[in-house]
């Protein structure tokens, strides 16, 4: 027997939803069941698991900064740590595990992505604006291309000075899974200026700036 599934429908589509319940004298929602009544046993069961919201979380595999180009910047020079704006119009991207993302999420519906980062507080002027948006690399690339990076499911996001480093979660539309194309996450400046200028912890300490375990997680009902 496969789980069961329940369907809403917004008027026009159906698509898969969950069953929610605040339970006897509660006020939070938790996932409800589905019973039957057994005409032999005469009893109310639970219903095979009904499709349920499950989450994982991934740790970052690798990280890197490129030039407009897409050429990849020299560690000796620069560490691993992903950049964005400036007027080199630095592009940043972090990458995880792309098939133990998939074998996680199999063919279950993703609800949410949200990759959690370290913003290097600047010591320039500016406080940048960016955004981020998912990459399609399995393995870190020698050079980014921007056809490897989608700019149509993102995430703007403008980071302010405070005088020490700081973690922020970003959630990228559910469509940035790419039918399982995803491979993690870029960032870039919406435009290219020192004020744009950004850094953000990468997977090697190095240049003054630990390093951080960036992560991605994913929710996804199944």
Same mark, same amino acid.
């Given at each position: 027997?496969?789980?069961?599934?329940? $369907?809403?429908?917004?008027?026009?589509?159906? +698509?898969?939803?969950?069953?929610?319940?605040?339970?006897?004298? +509660?006020?939070?929602? =938790?996932?409800?069941?589905?019973?039957?009544?057994?005409?032999?046993? *005469?009893?109310?069961?639970?219903?095979?698991?009904?499709?349920?919201?499950?989450?994982?979380?991934?740790?970052?595999?690798?990280?890197?900064?490129? *030039?407009?180009?897409?050429?990849?910047?020299?560690?000796?020079?620069?560490? #691993?740590?992903?950049?964005?704006?400036?007027?080199? #119009?630095?592009?940043?991207?972090?990458?995880? =595990?792309? +098939?133990?993302?998939?074998? $996680?999420?199999?063919?279950?519906?993703?609800?949410? @992505?949200? $990759?959690?980062?370290?913003?290097?507080?600047?010591?320039?002027?500016?406080?940048?604006?960016?955004?981020?948006?998912?990459?399609?690399?399995?393995?870190?690339?020698? +050079?980014?291309?921007?056809?490897?990076?989608? *700019?149509?499911?993102?995430?703007?996001?403008?980071?302010?000075?405070?005088?020490?480093?700081?973690?922020?979660?970003?959630?990228?539309? *559910?469509?940035?899974? @790419?039918?399982?194309?995803?491979?993690?996450?870029?960032?870039?400046?919406?435009?290219?200026?020192?004020?744009?200028?950004?850094? $953000?912890?990468?997977?090697?300490?190095?240049?003054?700036?630990?390093?951080?375990?960036?992560?991605?997680?994913?929710?996804?009902?199944?």
């Amino acid at each position: 027997m496969t789980k069961g599934v329940i $369907f809403k429908c917004n008027g026009s589509s159906w +698509s898969k939803t969950t069953v929610k319940d605040t339970g006897i004298n +509660s006020t939070a929602w =938790d996932n409800g069941l589905i019973k039957h009544w057994d005409t032999v046993n *005469n009893g109310w069961y639970d219903n095979y698991p009904m499709e349920q919201s499950q989450q994982q979380t991934f740790n970052v595999v690798w990280t890197q900064a490129y *030039n407009a180009s897409g050429k990849k910047l020299d560690s000796a020079t620069w560490g #691993d740590h992903p950049r964005a704006g400036d007027s080199i #119009d630095f592009i940043g991207l972090w990458g995880f =595990d792309n +098939s133990a993302i998939k074998a $996680f999420v199999a063919n279950g519906k993703i609800e949410n @992505i949200q $990759f959690e980062i370290m913003f290097d507080d600047p010591s320039h002027a500016g406080n940048p604006s960016l955004i981020f948006g998912a990459h399609i690399y399995k393995s870190k690339p020698t +050079s980014a291309n921007w056809n490897d990076i989608n *700019n149509l499911y993102t995430a703007s996001s403008q980071f302010f000075q405070t005088g020490s480093d700081y973690t922020r979660k970003i959630n990228l539309p *559910n469509e940035a899974w @790419i039918d399982g194309e995803l491979g993690g996450l870029a960032v870039w400046a919406k435009s290219a200026t020192a004020g744009n200028s950004a850094r $953000f912890a990468g997977k090697t300490t190095s240049h003054g700036l630990n390093s951080f375990n960036s992560t991605l997680l994913i929710q996804v009902l199944k």
